[in-house]
């Protein structure tokens, strides 16, 4: 197939070994067509044929059907695997000869190849231009629809760069990440501007070209033809799949190497222990000795968080921080390290980021980044002895371990039952028996939760929420609890 | 008509009963080891077990497997239930392909009803912080619950277009093997009674992720359902998908090579290849969980020598080509209407199909990145960094050669090719936002919050609900021989494309500022009140467009106009058929002469029967 227009007799190749095939049809042709068919080569074997093929570049194959030595199944198959776009006309004599195969494998009578060969021109012309449209690299071509191509391309760029002007308007305007509050926020946020700035291009690209089809593309009125028949492009498919990797393992890379930066260790970090339980959160401070309800840190200086769960599994998140990390059950073997270094001085919430039940969407407590000075100052004063009154000791130990996130020490219903006036009290269980909430009942739920339910509570209360108190802990709870009977 | 002689009644109260018996066995055998007889979950679960088997008995879907192992005459299938008519055909067993799709399809629409009424619930309940008329506990079972019928829905949506479509797409006149293939389809009816069943025991608190320890908290009875409902629910996954695969590579019509297969064969293949291999694992990180709450066994419970990291390496190793298995045939149908409205070919058919079986084998190896933050060894995560990221390759192939196939195309712009584009535009921002949940460094901000919400909606509206939705407003001239209302069919869509923009982007944005997922109340303090006023109002436009189609496609199919033979001028073989499509669907075979897609190659023909072929190509 070498140019559009026909000035060119046709080349055709008839693949047959009796010679009278051949002449015979070639003046059958040549009377039909007006000497606009040129026999360019007589073939008698596949391997011959498929020779010819490029080298001839023959525009028909005409083969005949009854030749023995032609295996026909095999040359088609050949040719229909095969890249060229060429047509096949399978000529049998037999059977009064009122068949034909074209290369589609179509069968059809006489009289439809007559009408098949009548357009066949025309429909060579058309594909031979859709060819050349989508072979742009070409040069030594002439493209009648080139200008039109130019100008499908230009507008497209337009629409995908006035979605860009709007995808980076909106970006540079909206609220998307909130306050940075560590060392760590920093980078991780430089890394998010890029991830931003990748899905607006992207986006606009595809979209963009999207939306310029469906305006430029759409079927004009009255048009019931098809479109051009292009199948594909492999080099644009390399060219689309080897851009992308490339982009991708960029990404990665800097994600490790950002990973790396997040994770970096300072030398000498505060440490703190995070203990997670349903629904609570226990900070201690190893190095002072200190329990707090309240994460207090130093700013500008890396806190080293152990995380670990007493119950189930917790996720630590303070957004400011941009750092996560699950708090997991299961001891000293399951605890987690997360390093943060606050820069911004302010009160925060630690989040529980895992469905933890019941109380999973309160699961907060605060967090304060001071100033070292501060900082030093709160760990003096935690560090003074405690209280000897040990009512104000239990409501320590209820507030540190957790126990008033569900248990109200004021009367509101909660996950557990309220401690007001609870002390002394006959209490149905859920079995039905009553019981006295004395000293020696209240040290039996707390020690072993799941031995007794109170009638209309869940055995929600984890079994070992107690491991870490001591018994004296446990004996100033109870005089808290009893301290509430009003 | 007497309601027992339709399978699903029958098979419902066979359920009934059989619950009732397997709960009075494990009754008896706890009497017999001296305990007392009543304790809740393993009763229940004993009987639920029972349910199911008998469920399947009282179908009947067995009958014929019985009768041969009798050594009994087994009638030709379809004779006793082609007087059938109307719905009744769909309530009861039959063999034929397009019965059975249609059945899937029609319990996965049900299913996103349901699921979406929940969402409707909870979106209600977030509309403001503070708990507005709900607690905390109804919360999180509504949560949990949304999450896992979704996915019942999607994955029998997905179904439903496999079963219907492969065989006459390939020119196969069923699946391989119809009485294995009714049987995964009925397999689903008492899973899904389990799953509702939760609801009314006890409720479940920890997500459709079911992550233990918390699944295994004793006090929620509804975990032991759930997991029963979804262990059943996967053999019905793994037996269709053996199906589908068996079917694709020995009943093709002749002339059909893999390459000249209909893409979305292509798509339903690579989805039945994971389906089929990988659901084995929910089924048993599930069913460990099953045997740890009733026989005590702490697989992950750590006071047992258990280990909770291992439960979400076992899920997700499923779960996550899970989501492949929700869209690689939704994608494939993509591909599949879109020449068919741009009268154009498929850009690049090679590179497409195997872009498909390309995110099927990555997707094996990505698993962890669920997992960044749960404490598994840090230097892993990089790995499964690069691995994550490499799906954006593949995927980028179905995009970029979906625009290439849009180009210099002549468009038309029915109900199908609407969802269609919206499906390419929604999947794209949904494609888009997962590198950022894929960099290590900020999933750590991203792990957990609504910014996943906003991702995975959007690739589950793109890659699934705009595909399936395109594919029933495109095949119901097939299914029912009469079209759809076109006005109905574009108000859904212009209902449903603008609102889930709203709805993703909104949640993507609260999300990055700070909100937790499945959390039952936010801190007024975050200032997100106003976006998820806007999220909620979303929502109820997509249940407000969901009706209209429900309307549209019960009006149709009682009254819709008589639809052509070939309504949108296709090449595909099955629109050479009469519609609805007769029993056994060619009774002439049809041979494979040419390419699938050549639109605009005049003369040219896909399939070839003995009579003359009608020309695909040129104005008519």
């Keep these: ?486 | 008509m007497n309601v027992l002689s339709l399978s699903l009644f029958r098979g419902l109260i066979y359920q009934v009963i059989g619950t009732g018996v397997g709960m009075g066995l494990v009754m008896l055998i706890r009497l017999l080891m001296r305990l007392p007889a009543w304790k809740p979950e393993p009763v229940w679960v004993g009987g639920a077990l029972m349910g199911v088997i008998t469920f399947m008995f009282g179908t009947r879907v067995l009958e014929d497997w019985l009768r041969w192992a009798r050594g009994e005459e087994t009638p030709e299938p379809e004779h006793g239930h082609e007087q059938l008519v109307g719905w009744k055909r769909f309530v009861n067993v039959s063999f034929d392909h397009k019965v059975i799709g249609v059945q899937y399809g029609a319990t996965s629409l049900l299913m996103m009803l349901i699921a979406g009424i929940f969402a409707i619930l909870f979106r209600t309940e977030l509309i403001s912080p503070g708990m507005q008329y709900m607690v905390p506990d109804f919360f999180n079972t509504l949560i949990s619950l949304h999450g896992i019928v979704m996915i019942f829905s999607i994955l029998l949506g997905v179904g439903a277009m496999s079963n219907y479509l492969v065989p006459l797409l390939i020119g196969a006149n069923d699946m391989a093997f119809p009485r294995l293939n009714a049987f995964a389809y009925w397999i689903n009816v008492p899973a899904v009674v389990l799953l509702m069943s939760v609801l009314f025991l006890g409720g479940m608190d920890a997500g459709w992720t079911g992550y233990p320890p918390l699944s295994a908290n004793l006090a929620k009875m509804g975990f032991s359902m759930f997991f029963l409902g979804v262990y059943t629910f996967g053999l019905s996954s793994i037996l269709g998908s053996l199906n589908i695969i068996v079917t694709t590579l020995r009943l093709r019509a002749p002339g059909m090579t893999m390459f000249r297969m209909p893409i979305v064969v292509w798509g339903a293949f690579s989805t039945a290849i994971i389906a089929l291999t990988a659901t084995q694992l929910i089924a048993l990180s599930f069913q460990l969980v099953l045997f740890e709450r009733i026989f005590g066994m702490g697989f992950f419970d750590p006071t047992k020598g258990g280990n909770v990291i291992l439960f979400q390496h076992l899920f997700w190793f499923y779960s996550h080509p899970a989501v492949y298995v929700f869209v690689l045939t939704g994608l494939g149908v993509i591909s599949e209407l879109l020449p068919v409205f741009v009268r154009k070919p498929l850009f690049g058919y090679r590179w497409v199909a195997m872009s498909s079986l390309g995110i099927a084998l990555i997707g094996f190896f990505v698993w962890a990145h669920h997992m960044f933050t749960s404490g598994m060894e840090s230097y892993l995560r990089v790995p499964f960094m690069y691995s994550t990221m490499l799906v954006a390759v593949p995927t980028g192939v179905k995009f970029f050669s979906w625009i290439a196939t849009m180009w210099r195309g002549k468009m038309i712009f029915p109900t199908p090719m609407l969802f269609v584009l919206g499906a390419i535009s929604i999947f794209l921002l949904g494609g888009l936002s997962g590198p950022p949940n894929a960099t290590v460094a900020t999933n750590l901000h991203l792990h957990d919050t609504y910014w996943v919400v906003g991702h995975f909606h959007a690739t589950m509206f793109g890659g699934f609900i705009f595909p399936f939705f395109a594919a029933i407003y495109y095949w119901f001239p097939k299914m029912t021989g009469r079209m759809y209302n076109e006005t109905l069919g574009k108000l859904h869509f212009w209902l449903m494309l603008p609102a889930f923009y709203i709805q993703s982007l909104g949640q993507m944005q609260v999300g990055l500022l700070g909100m937790r997922r499945r959390i039952a109340d936010y801190d007024p303090v975050l200032g997100l009140e106003g976006t998820h006023f806007w999220i909620t109002l979303a929502g109820y436009l997509i249940g407000i467009s969901i009706i209209i189609f429900m309307v549209n496609m019960v009006l149709s199919v009682r009254r819709g106009e008589v639809a052509e033979a070939n309504p949108w001028n296709s090449r595909s073989p099955e629109w050479q058929l009469p519609s609805p499509v007769p029993a056994h669907n060619y009774e002439e075979p049809i041979e494979v002469v040419g390419e699938p897609y050549d639109y605009g190659l005049a003369g040219s023909v896909y399939t070839s029967r003995k009579s003359p072929p009608i020309p695909a190509a040129t104005g008519d």
């Design chain 1, 1 to 486: 197939m070498t140019s559009s227009n026909r000035d060119s007799p046709w080349r055709v190749l008839i693949a047959s070994s009796h010679p009278l095939f051949a002449k015979g049809l070639l003046s059958l042709l040549q009377k039909q067509r007006q000497a606009d068919v040129m026999l360019v080569g007589m073939v008698s074997t596949i391997e011959e044929a498929l020779k010819a093929l490029s080298t001839l570049h023959p525009d028909l194959i005409i083969v005949d059907y009854d030749d023995e030595k032609v295996n026909r199944d095999e040359f088609l198959a050949r040719f229909v695997e095969g890249e060229g776009r060429l047509r096949v006309v399978l000529l049998s004599l037999k059977e009064g000869g009122d068949e034909a195969i074209v290369y589609d494998r179509r069968t059809m009578a006489a009289s439809q190849i007559d009408d098949w060969l009548e357009n066949w021109s025309a429909t060579a012309a058309l594909e031979d231009s859709a060819k050349q449209s989508t072979r742009m690299d070409d040069s030594k071509r002439t493209y009648p629809k080139r200008s039109e191509n130019m100008r499908h391309i230009i507008g497209a760029i337009l629409v995908v760069a006035i979605i860009l002007g709007i995808g980076f308007f909106i970006l540079n305007r909206a609220n998307l990440l909130p306050e940075q509050a560590s060392v760590q926020a920093g980078k991780i946020d430089g890394l998010f501007n890029l991830h931003f700035q990748l899905i607006v291009i992207l986006f606009a690209i595809v979209v963009g070209v999207m939306v310029y089809s469906i305006v430029g593309f759409r079927r004009k009125s009255g048009d019931y033809s098809d479109a051009v028949h292009i199948e594909g492009n492999t080099s644009l498919e390399a060219l689309w799949t080897i851009i992308p990797l490339g982009i991708v393992i960029y990404i990665s890379y800097l994600g490790a190497i950002i990973l790396g930066d997040v994770e970096r260790r300072d030398p000498r970090p505060v440490e703190v222990d995070v203990i997670a339980s349903q629904w609570s959160w226990r900070f201690e401070y190893p190095d002072y000795g200190i329990i707090s309800t309240e994460l207090i840190l130093p700013e500008n200086k890396q806190a080293l968080l152990h995380l670990s769960s007493t119950d189930i599994i917790h996720s630590f998140w303070v957004p400011e921080f941009r750092v996560k990390q699950d708090a997991l059950p299961g001891g000293i073997e399951m605890v987690r390290q997360l390093r943060v270094t606050p820069t911004q001085r302010g009160e925060y919430k630690v989040l529980c980021a895992e469905l933890c039940g019941l109380g999973h969407a309160d699961m907060r407590a605060p967090v304060s980044v001071v100033s070292q000075a501060e900082f030093d100052a709160w760990i003096q004063a935690q560090t003074e002895p405690i209280s000897d009154d040990p009512v104000e000791r239990g409501a320590i130990w209820a507030q540190q371990f957790g126990c008033i996130a569900c248990h109200s020490v004021d009367g509101t219903p909660g996950v557990g039952p309220t401690w007001l006036g609870l002390y002394g009290e006959e209490v149905e269980l859920e079995d039905g028996s009553m019981v006295v909430a004395d000293e020696a009942y209240l040290y039996e739920a707390i020690r072993d939760p799941g031995a007794t339910i109170v009638a209309g509570f869940l055995n929600l209360m984890p079994p070992n929420i107690a491991d870490n108190m001591s018994d004296e802990q446990i004996d100033d709870v109870i005089a808290y609890i009893a301290s509430l009977r009003e």
